[in-house]
């Protein structure tokens, strides 16, 4: 059984930041790619960033220059720096990792950017 728990989330005002993080436990044999994604009120779930195991990184064009994603291989973990945060980042953000070759979601943290 594999898990994923995220953290993080919270009420902040436009401009302000968060951390999220992403823990990976149970029976891991191979951690691949882990990424995080959003899903605003009405609209589709979107890819955020995502970062493999080699430490490649990807961005959606919305929130490069502003977010930073990084992992440690060792403690099966993804944290999501999230600076100047706008409105729009209002969302539920999802930890998603490849592990064992099958994708696996957490639970959602909400993330809510007041005016």
Known sequence: ?????ESGGGLVQAGGSLRL???ASGSIFRL???GWYRQAPGKQRELVAVISSGMT????D???GRFTISRDNAKNTVWLQ???????DTAVY???ALIN???HWGKGTLVTVSS
């Not at 059984?1 to 728990?5: C, F, G, N």
């Not at 990184?57 to 959606?60: F, G, S």
């Not at 999230?82 to 729009?88: A, G, Q």
Request: charged share 15%; proline share 3%; with cysteine.
């Open 62 to 64: 919305s929130v490069k």
């Open 101 to 103: 070759l099958q994708t």
């Open 57 to 60: 990184t990807n961005y959606a």
């Open 32 to 34: 691949s790619a882990m």
């Open 21 to 23: 993080s992403c823990a």
């Open 82 to 88: 999230m600076d100047s945060l706008k409105p729009e």
């Open 94 to 96: 999802l930890c998603n």
């Open 1 to 5: 059984q594999v898990q994923l728990a």
